[in-house]
């Protein structure tokens, strides 16, 4: 009877350390689409209900050769330099994972002056996060409708186009802590037995 104790309790142990590190979340940046924003506020709306977490993990989706992600300082984040990222991937879509808590900044290295950049504040270790909420069909109170400011800085090519993006995939995040729990079951069941 105490092997089987023994077992059982360690078979508990298992289990609560297999749901402990397991509720990292993946979100696809700007609900599917890492392109020009129709507005300078979109990506920083997009982010603002969203409780980032150490491995959470961001997708940028985008096609590669249109756009980039590139990690950078406060500062470049500001001036858009983007002449010593901490990491860039000039391939779509990115899967970049938040390893550290704090503020990140993020750029695509060819349109960030056209407002194509967003800033996360990763607060825990552990996940927390909520699906983003949809975006407003209507202003902010106390502003008044307009056309986004022309762009500053280079024009786009061309043959390059600032489409709307598609609409929004259903969910903004995924959560894998039920699959790695379930893993832990059969040692628990046999130490049952």
């Known amino acids: 009877m105490g092997g089987k ?8 142990a298992a289990a609560a350390i297999g749901f402990r590190g397991s509720d990292a979340a993946t979100y696809s940046v700007g609900n599917g689409a890492w392109s020009i924003p129709t507005s300078n506020s ?9 409780k980032f977490a150490v491995g959470d993990v961001l997708t940028f989706n985008f096609t590669t050769g249109a756009h980039t992600v590139a990690e950078v300082n406060k500062k470049d984040y500001d001036s858009c330099n983007v002449g010593s990222p901490i990491l860039i991937d000039n391939n779509g879509p990115a899967n970049i994972t938040l390893k550290s808590t704090g503020p990140h900044y993020f ?10 950049k967003l800033t996360v504040n990763v607060t825990s270790a552990g996940s927390t996060s909520s699906p983003p909420s949809p975006p407003k069909s209507s202003p902010a109170p106390g502003s ?3 056309s986004p400011p022309p ?5 786009p090519s061309p043959g390059s186009s600032t489409s709307t993006p598609p609409p929004p995939p259903p ?3 995924t959560s894998v802590s039920i699959f790695s729990g379930l893993m832990f079951l059969p040692i628990f069941l046999a130490a049952l037995l």
């Open 42 to 50: 979109a990506y920083s709306d997009w982010a603002k209900n969203i």
């Open 171 to 173: 969910s903004g995040a």
């Open 144 to 146: 008044t409708p307009s």
């Open 107 to 116: 750029v695509c290295t060819i349109h960030c002056a056209q407002g194509q």
């Open 5 to 12: 104790m023994i077992l059982m309790i360690l078979a508990v």
């Open 151 to 155: 762009p500053t800085g280079s024009s």
